[in-house]
């Protein structure tokens, strides 16, 4: 069941992804602009730092371990210029040494396949889980009356999305996206070629530089490095709540949580969806990446909470509703550093006609399992081992699908 759920979750995932108008391109005030540039630097903790990068198997140990301690780094990068390149597309990203990744990573312009027929607002057949969504959102004890929002996944597949139904105000012009799409020539790493895992102990500080055949070269450097590793718990209330608690993050602009479960792992019964915002706002750029300027606004309307808090009440509801084990992300935004040639003028009236723009964002993310213990945050007396039952001891790699299956432990 716990595995069916985290299938669960990424196919409604995938949904919000799928109904969520895409962020703009970056307004170029002139189309002078040649080449677009961004680095997307993740800090991964709990669940998400032992899955990161690695493989299907490596991830079941570290789960068979009960090991949730792990942290993780991973870096997305994304050139888009409106240049045809000259030759083979072909670009690399220099890194300083402390990014332990060589010298450089290329970035590889991917084939571009025929999109299949799509209709706006759809969800392909066969995507889309039975049964119903059960939408909460707030932090609190209890959940507000009016909750939950009930939507019909048959409803939802055939592209009757409820007004609301997904994030809204949060696709700013700030936080433009690069795509092969809305690029005359793409690149971007990791990619099938080069996929090499970033390491716990890198660093980005220091110069930086891109070469292409498609673009002008790029050269920043950078004085901010990936965020703080997330630190979460939960505790569970006597109303039937789970308080969630977390470090405080230096440089943190704004946190945001959700969380997904569903009492028969979502195979045709009620999916459970929770937001920590104070209002009806769910997917799409929440799970993505926020500009300082984005958080502002959305911490000023209640839809992500403040870089101050560091806690926030599931409500009973909410865990009651979801089963023996929900899956819960919390999300710590945190500064952006933004680099031009040449640079934008102090004076906003003056003309910037720049050949080059870029940004490098940066963000810290766990992952709890509430009421799977050793991942789901709760201090360890909590998590005791539970008494005997009989069954032999799970021993070597086959153990693994010998415990999945109820035959060891």
């Not at 009960?66 to 050139?79: K, S």
Request: glycine share 12%; charged share 15%.
């Amino acid at each position: 069941m716990k595995f069916r759920l985290i299938a669960g979750t990424a196919v409604v995932c995938g949904a919000a992804a799928a109904v969520t108008l895409p962020a703009p391109a970056v307004s170029q005030g002139a189309s002078t602009t040649v080449a677009r540039y961004t680095v997307d630097a993740s800090t991964l903790s709990g669940m998400a730092g032992m899955g990161a990068g690695g493989s299907g198997l490596g991830m079941a140990m570290n789960m068979m371990r009960g090991g949730g301690g792990q942290v993780a780094h991973t870096v997305e990068l994304r050139l888009g210029s409106n240049r045809a390149a000259t030759g083979a597309p072909k670009a690399d990203h220099f890194m300083p040494a402390v990014a332990k990744l060589g010298a450089s990573v290329p970035l590889i312009t991917p084939e571009r396949a025929q999109a299949p027929e799509y209709v706006p607002g759809t969800i392909p057949p066969g995507q889309m889980p039975k049964g119903r969504l059960l939408l909460y959102w707030g932090c609190g004890e209890h959940a507000p009356k009016g909750q939950p929002v009930v939507i019909d996944f048959a409803k939802l597949a055939k592209g009757q999305v409820p007004p609301g139904l997904f994030a809204q105000g949060v696709n700013l012009p700030e936080d433009w996206q690069i795509l092969a799409s809305n690029s005359a020539t793409y690149g971007e790493w990791p990619n099938a070629r080069d996929s090499k895992q970033v390491s716990a102990q890198s660093s980005l500080l220091g110069p930086h530089k891109v070469v292409s055949t498609y673009a002008p070269q790029i050269d920043f450097t950078l004085a901010d490095d990936f965020m703080p590793a997330l630190q979460a718990r939960s505790a569970n209330l006597p109303s039937g709540a789970v308080q969630l608690n977390w470090n405080a993050l230096p440089k943190a602009t704004g946190y945001y949580a959700w969380l997904m479960g569903a009492k028969d792992g979502g195979q045709g019964g009620d999916m459970v969806w929770w937001s920590s915002a104070s209002s009806q706002q769910f997917g799409g750029a929440l799970a993505g990446w926020l500009s300082p300027a984005a958080v502002g606004k959305l911490v000023a309307a209640g839809t992500v909470m403040p870089s101050s808090q560091v806690s926030c009440t599931v409500p009973a509801e909410v865990k009651q509703a979801a089963g023996e084990v929900a899956m819960t992300q919390l999300y710590g935004y945190g500064p952006q550093a933004d680099f031009s040639y040449p640079p934008r003028p102090a004076n906003a009236k003056a003309a910037w006609k720049p050949d080059w723009i870029a940004r490098v964002r940066f963000r810290s993310n766990t992952t709890l399992m509430l009421g799977l213990p050793g991942m789901d945050g709760t201090p360890q007396a909590e998590n005791a081992a539970p008494a005997p039952s009989g069954k032999p001891k799970c021993k070597g790699l086959s153990g693994i699908a010998k415990r999945a299956a109820g035959l060891c432990e």
